[in-house]
């Protein structure tokens, strides 16, 4: 998608070979409308495919998946990083590692949200090792839901997400990939012909 | 607002006299188009009064942020929890006590977003004690922004929230009062004649 290219060039930051900043317009300040024409793209994709429930994680992934629930006409449904008091009955959890911040957490879903009769697209900011995605996976497969797809704003073509994912036999859709990054040098895969 | 009254007392469940849990449309599964009904309400009550930022806090704000960002054509900005690794250069810091989640938080942003030029909205679900939204304005007057307002969707009247924030000068506005709570009991208050 030439739109985000342009914007993650003009905007975005390759910090090394691993980090990506584009905190301008996705992970810390956001263009509603933007975001909007990026939900939009992401939900054509599925359209038809009878998806039920957009999941996606918080919370740099909530921006992007509004607006793809909003174009499909389904609910959204956050997955939370950590129990929280408020939240504690009838959960689905699974740990996650997280390569990027060097963490682990506890990716956690209600029961009452996400059940077996339905078809769930996973929305989120970025791919990289597909840690998060596969997290997200086990529970909606907890939930005796399937899976749709994973779509997601940037894959890091460069890091075995996609690879993990597809191996479970679910679609990966990504608006732009990155084939290899350096400090202040971003190259993009082309979009037709995955790394 | 009678829509979202009716919303909380058909969906809403009251655990005790302080947690009203609404995960069923706000804090983890969320309704895009009702969500954008609200931002739009908010949005309407602050047109025209020169706002060039809509402030939020992760995770729970951004859903309904987006919409009221959307509305007033302006960005969004989130205000993190915690320091991430990626998000470490020029940031605004302050210390927020969570009560109901019993715990302590650096609220952060970075200082590329809001200025001395902006005039800010601030937008998250829930009003209770106020301490998020005071750790907020802390934040945009560190940056030498105005503070346009306070927008929540639920304010617990019964909570000093509001009080605290009127003190400082600036006006809360929320689509919701609820004056009493106790289990499985929702009482609104007029939303023309705050408790």
Redesign the interface.
């Known amino acids: 998608m030439q739109l985000l290219k342009d914007k993650i060039l003009s905007e975005g930051t390759a910090?090394n070979e691993d980090?990506l900043?584009v905190?301008?317009f996705l992970?810390?300040?956001?263009?509603?409308?933007f975001?909007?024409v990026l939900g939009d793209e992401i939900a054509r994709h599925f359209e038809g495919s009878g998806i039920t429930r957009v999941v996606t994680v918080?919370?740099s992934g909530?921006?992007p998946a509004?607006?793809t629930?909003?174009a499909l006409?389904v609910?959204?449904?956050?997955m939370?990083k950590q129990p929280?008091?408020?939240?504690n009955d009838h959960l689905y959890q699974t740990m996650v590692t997280s390569f990027?911040?060097?963490t682990n957490y506890e990716l956690t879903?209600?029961q009452?949200?996400v059940g077996e009769s339905d078809h769930v697209l996973v929305v989120d900011d970025f791919l990289a090792n597909g840690e998060t995605a596969a997290g997200v996976i086990r529970l909606i497969r907890m939930a005796h839901a399937t899976v749709a797809g994973v779509a997601v704003l940037i894959e890091k073509a460069f890091r075995p997400g996609r690879e993990k994912i597809e191996r479970a036999g679910i679609e990966v859709f990504s608006l732009v990939k990155i084939s290899s990054m350096s400090k202040d040098r971003i190259l993009f895969a082309d979009e037709e012909d995955p790394e």
Chains 1, 2 share one sequence.
Do not use: C, R, W
């Open positions: 910090v980090i900043k905190d301008s992970n810390h300040q956001v263009d509603p409308k975001m909007e918080e919370s909530i921006s509004i607006f629930a909003k006409g609910p959204m449904v956050i939370k929280s008091k408020v939240l990027t911040k060097g879903m209600s009452k949200y």
